[in-house]
């Protein structure tokens, strides 16, 4: 045991449709890097959850004839039972519509923002795209449209209150040198360091009040809702109790990543250091920008016919091979695409002849030949895996087990042990055993990773009996 301490949060996700395979991608390499802590003895705590005062729920509930709350309800329920139990190990999923576990604590960060004198009100005019949830701005429209969300955004005009985000620029700017704030990969952190040489600008950080606002309203002025990313944010605090019972905030805070996607980097690595210097609490340790998943080089769209649905994918392969995929063959620090056959051709190739045929054949030999099961014991992960995954390169880490599998996998042909038993009984036995520990050794590798498929191998280990087959091999 250590009394280290590992604090990761996903982002909070939009439930205003279900949840897509690129969500399921944070998830999914989140919950690997807090296994893995949480194997080392490490004191773990795990938040997810939903960001729900948003103007894209009003709307979703509209089309779908319902009232926000019992869209949001059934959206919740999926994203549950998808994603979240059991093998997304989350300890907590904060719902920011929650009025006594998340509002307190967004008040109280408001409030402190005013004493720090960083907020004013102005009349703003500008593009909002509700599909940013943020004003954009001319030059980033295409036919007038905004590209990402092929809708023109609504000219707004009104009274905001804002942010003093401009004033922080310095300080987030060395504490992003300094390495205080780490920002992973490097890419990500020139990026954001050659914005914050610009300069920031304030920001919105609130919106009038209308019939169908949902929010928070801000304190001492209800007619205004706090602006959906300063609601966000600050869930990463309000799920530790600040503002209400601080315990746990205490305990837990800074985090230690917060991992998420390119596309919310300027929030997070802008906004969010501002907010938290001007209230006087400590910054982030570290932020792991992943990249999207594309299918067949293209944004994942309907028009494009390349949606790909996880809920169809775990039906069909499985949690583990969808875990595989994601973590082994996209790199956390960049895009990487995913179509229906090379999902197939990877499950086959790496799950179904690799890791699943090398199980049956070893556990095979050690159930007719041993007399007992091999006695296996806790082997420390060798520093070439511990290095990847501290560095965050899961797929890496990944890439050396199945070194391992193909090297045990060449030891099995080389040594010929089931021809060998028959003539040396003694020699090929040690051998069987030798194969049964190498076995063991990888799967404790594979704990994070693959955790129903390691407990499996572990479990048929210890009862000296081929398992049912790990992973069938599809046509
Ligand atoms: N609600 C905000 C986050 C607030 S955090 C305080 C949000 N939600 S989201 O549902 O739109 O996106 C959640 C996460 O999913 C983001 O990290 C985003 O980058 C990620 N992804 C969305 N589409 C993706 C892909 N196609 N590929 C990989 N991740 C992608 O933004």
């Not at 997810?48 to 949001?72: I, R, Y």
């Not at 005009?157 to 990969?185: C, D, M, V, W």
């Not at 959906?228 to 944010?233: E, F, G, I, N, Y």
Request: with cysteine.
């Amino acid at each position: 045991m250590t009394d280290k301490k590992f604090y990761l949060t996903t982002p909070i996700f939009y439930p205003n449709a279900k949840l897509h395979l690129g969500h399921a991608y944070t998830t999914t390499i989140s919950d690997i890097l807090v296994r893995y802590h949480r194997l080392q003895g490490e004191k773990t705590y795990f938040l997810t959850g939903s960001d729900e005062n948003t103007q894209k729920v009003v709307q979703a509930a509209k089309a779908a004839g319902v009232t926000p709350t019992e869209f949001l309800d059934g959206i919740i329920r999926n994203f549950k039972t998808l994603f979240y139990s059991p093998n997304i190990s989350y300890d907590q999923f904060i719902r920011t519509s929650d009025e006594e576990a998340h509002w307190p604590g967004a008040v109280l960060l408001w409030k402190k923002l005013v004493e720090a004198g960083d907020i004013y009100k102005k009349e703003y005019e500008g593009l909002y795209c509700v599909g940013h949830e943020a004003f954009i701005t001319e030059k980033d429209l295409v036919d007038g449209k905004c590209p990402d969300h092929g809708s023109a955004p609504e000219k707004i005009q009104e009274e905001n209150y804002f942010f003093k985000l401009s004033r922080h620029t310095q300080a987030i700017k060395e504490k992003i040198e300094s390495g205080e704030l780490q920002i992973i990969p490097d890419t990500r952190r020139n990026e954001i360091l050659s914005l914050l040489s610009q300069g920031l600008e304030d920001v919105s950080f609130s919106r009038p009040r209308t019939d169908s606002s949902v929010g928070i309203p801000v304190p001492g002025d209800d007619s205004q809702v706090m602006y959906v990313w300063c609601d966000a944010l600050s869930n990463y605090i309000t799920a530790l109790g600040y503002g209400r019972d601080d315990a746990l905030y205490k305990e837990f805070w800074p985090v230690n990543l917060h991992v998420i996607g390119k596309d919310i980097l300027r929030f997070h690595a802008a906004i969010w250091p501002g907010v938290l210097l001007s209230a006087g609490l400590p910054l982030p340790k570290a932020l792991l920008v992943h990249g999207f998943i594309t299918s067949g080089g293209k944004k994942m769209s309907k028009t494009l016919g390349n949606v790909i649905d996880p809920e169809e994918l775990l039906a069909e392969y499985g949690t583990d091979a969808v875990r595989y995929y994601l973590a082994r063959h996209i790199s956390p620090f960049e895009d990487g695409d995913i179509t229906r056959e090379s999902f197939k051709d990877v499950y086959n190739a790496d799950l179904a002849n690799g890791l699943g045929n090398l199980t049956a054949r070893i556990l095979q030999l050690a159930q007719t030949h041993l007399e007992k099961p091999v006695a296996v014991e806790m082997t420390p992960a060798p520093k070439k895996f511990s290095d990847a995954m501290d560095r965050f390169e899961i797929h890496k880490a990944l890439e050396y087990i199945w070194s391992r599998i193909s090297a045990l996998d060449h030891k099995i042909t080389e040594t010929a042990p089931f021809k060998l038993v028959k003539t040396d009984p003694e020699k090929g036995k040690a051998i069987i055993t030798e194969l049964v520990h190498e076995l063991a050794a990888i799967d404790l590798l594979l704990e994070p990773i693959l955790p129903e498929t390691s407990k499996k191998i572990i479990e048929a280990i210890v009862a000296n009996k081929k398992p049912e087959t790990l992973f069938t091999r599809k046509q």
